[in-house]
Structures are given as structure tokens and as C-alpha cells.
């Protein structure tokens, strides 16, 4: 049999609304158990903070050395993770991190472009790997961009173990709306995922320009008209000419200066119906029909897309919670999932999930420079 692996696995979206850590036990295969999973809020000083080094990224062509401002940005990124990483274990009676085998950190991204061959995950795995004494596995895109591939979505073979233990049989599309969406097609051994555009990201700087708090429910946008004149208008940039798969960034997306005449509703109802749209025809174009469109992330909870999605795709489109999933630590799962691929030398990206031309393991593997960790030491 296998050795089984209890890993723990950190993401920290675009949103940069905080950390998700969740426990999970896979053999890198499939998956024994879900332990726990925790959300710990960043303070409204360091999301600041982010955001700013996420704007100067954006302005940073890549030549010469790496700004100092990265520099130190990454060391708080990792602080801000030691931290959530003690607070989580604390709250879930854990006493000792060596019950941990591994550590899956995928860092904080400040700038992902794909097609000029760019990509920037602020986190050092030494950094945690030194502090907590544990294997850390981190940087999993940049291989993979560099051969040729666009660097994400690295979920979809997650997604697929998913599948496999809910015993869904046909074609089964997992739908990831976070700051930007992407699918992954399962349909047997066969696995297709790509970017598919716009998620919360344009709907939650609109919301905040106009000094507002998220949609989370979907009421704003309920309450709104969208207009879809504008929506096709956006559906003719670039990223959605290209072939799939293919890889965006949030801010790929900057559209709400579109809006400045529309009111909170309408421009909410717009954005929502971006989403969708721009969802469903990606889904369109991959040339496999669904069964069945299982939502995770942030959006699911968007009455407003998970109703304009059901129309345009025909048919069920439910919450992961649907089928006994914890959508919202299902991205730290899987790169506690993937970190133990890594390990054991598989793949984590492939020519049908991000276009690289050869399966890719991707990923670095920082191991202790002690036996003592500054947690659960002997």
C-alpha cells in the first residue's frame, strides 16, 4: 500500500483577503480524509500593504534584479503565514507540528503573465520549512511557465480525485470562481482545464470604488439590469480569442471604468453577468458537454451568477457543498495535494490543463536546515 501523507496546505488568493489552511491524507493519489480547514483574515494593514506591492509588480518588466520592495514584501508574506499557520493549529488543538509530513505553501501571487512568459509568487519555503521544522513544498508555477505552459489553473488534477472519490460518473465540470475563473472537464482519465475569465475580482473592486462591501449573496446584483451590449463588448479582448487552455490575471479584467454611469445594481448585474458568460462559452468551446457544473470558490454564493450560469449552460449547476465538499478550503487542499505530488516526483500540470508541452512536476522542496522546528521541537 502506499504511504499516506498528513499534509498542510496554505493559499492566498488575489483577493488578498487572507489565509486558507487546510489538513487533508493523500497518498498523492487519491484522498483518505479531509482533517480540518480554517480561513484567518489578513488586517485590513496588510491587505493594504499587498495591494501595494501587487501595483508595483504590474509596472515591473522583469530586467535586472528583483526590487527591494519584493524582497521585503515576500519576508511578510511569510510572516503573515507563520502566523496563520500557529493560529489555525492552536484553534484546532494541535499541538504538535510534527504531526504535519508536509507543508504545501503556495505564497501570495503578485503578477501572472503567462503569455510573456512572467510569473511572481512572493514566498520563501525555507523561511517555513526552518521555523517549523517540516518539509515545505512552494514556487509550483514557475517550471511550469518556463516550459512553455501558462503556469495555472494547478488545481484541476485535485479536482480530478475529487471527482473520482464522489464516484460521479459522465462528464463533470468543477467551476473555481475566486478573483479569476477557472474550469476543469473530467470525463473519465481525461482531464481539460483552463482560466475562463472574470470572477469576483472585477465585481469586488466595482463594489469598493463605490465605498461598498461584497455581494456576497448576490442581493446588490439581483437588484440590478445588466447590460449585456456592454458585456459582449468585453467578451471581444483579447484573452478570449485565444485558444484554451490559457491563464489570466485578475486585473486582466479591469473593466469597471465601463460603469461609471451605472448604478450599484446595474453595474453589479453587469459584472455578475461577465462572470458567467464569459464561463459558460469557455465551457462551450472545450467540447465537452456537462453533466453537471460544481461551483467552488467565493462566487458560489452569488445568487445572481449561479443563476445567470445555470441559464447559459443547461444544465444542474451546484455549490461544491452539494456533493460534501469544503469549497472554500478546497484550494489549500490541493496544494497540500499537489505538494505531496511533488514529492513523490508526479506530475501536478499537463498539455490539456495549463499547455505546457510535456507533464510538468513543478514545484521546489525546502527541507529543515535543523531537526528543530520553533514549534513542536524536541
Not at 25 to 51: A, C, M, N, P, Y
Not at 108 to 128: I, N, P
Amino acid at each position: 500500500m502506499s504511504k499516506v501523507y498528513r499534509v498542510l496546505g496554505l493559499m492566498s488568493g488575489t483577493s488578498l483577503d487572507g489565509v486558507d489552511a487546510a489538513i487533508i491524507e493523500t497518498d498523492g493519489e487519491r484522498i483518505f480524509d479531509w482533517d480540518v480547514s480554517r480561513s484567518i483574515d489578513f488586517h485590513s494593514l496588510d491587505r493594504k500593504e499587498l495591494q501595494t506591492v501587487t501595483d508595483r509588480a504590474r509596472d515591473w518588466n522583469f530586467v535586472g534584479p528583483e526590487p527591494n520592495v519584493f524582497i521585503r514584501a515576500e519576508r511578510h508574506v511569510d510572516d503573515l503565514h507563520m502566523r496563520a499557520i500557529d493560529s489555525f493549529l492552536t484553534d484546532e488543538g494541535i499541538e504538535e507540528i510534527h504531526d504535519i509530513s508536509l507543508i504545501g505553501y503556495h505564497g501570495q501571487t503578485v503578477l501572472h503573465d503567462a503569455e510573456k512568459g512572467r510569473t511572481l509568487q512572493l514566498g520563501d519555503g525555507q523561511s517555513l520549512a526552518d521555523h517549523f521544522g517540516v518539509p515545505c513544498v512552494y514556487d509550483f508555477r514557475t517550471e511550469d511557465v518556463a516550459a512553455g505552459g501558462q503556469g495555472a489553473p494547478l488545481a484541476p488534477i485535485y479536482h480530478k480525485a475529487l471527482v473520482a472519490q464522489a464516484g460521479l460518473a459522465g462528464v463533470t465540470a468543477v467551476l473555481n470562481l475566486g478573483g479569476v475563473g477557472n474550469v476543469t472537464i473530467i470525463a473519465g482519465n481525461e482531464i481539460l482545464a483552463t482560466d475562463t475569465g472574470p470572477a469576483n475580482g472585477p465585481l469586488d473592486s466595482f463594489l469598493e470604488q463605490r465605498g461598498l462591501g461584497l455581494d456576497i449573496g448576490g442581493s446588490m446584483s439581483e437588484a440590478g439590469v445588466a447590460d449585456f451590449e456592454t458585456v459582449d463588448r468585453w467578451l471581444k479582448a483579447d484573452f478570449f480569442q485565444r485558444d484554451w487552455p490559457k491563464s489570466a490575471d485578475r486585473y486582466d479584467f479591469d473593466v469597471i471604468d465601463d460603469l461609471t454611469q451605472a448604478s450599484v445594481a446595474d453595474g453589479a448585474a453587469t459584472l455578475c453577468a461577465f462572470t458567467a458568460l464569459s464561463a459558460a462559452r469557455t465551457i462551450g468551446q472545450m467540447g465537452r458537454r456537462p453533466d453537471r457544473v460544481i461551483v467552488c470558490g467565493g462566487g458560489r454564493r452569488n445568487r445572481t451568477i449561479m443563476t445567470m450560469l445555470a441559464l447559459e449552460l443547461g444544465c444542474p449547476v451546484q455549490p461544491a457543498e452539494a456533493f460534501g465538499w469544503d469549497s472554500d478550503a478546497i484550494e489549500a487542499q490541493a496544494f497540500a495535494f499537489l505538494a505531496v505530488r511533488v514529492l513523490l516526483g508526479l506530475p501536478n500540470s499537463f498539455p490539456t490543463t495549463t499547455g505546457v508541452p510535456v507533464p510538468t512536476v513543478g514545484g521546489q522542496i525546502a527541507y529543515p536546515s535543523s531537526s528543530r522546528g520553533s514549534r513542536g521541537g524536541e
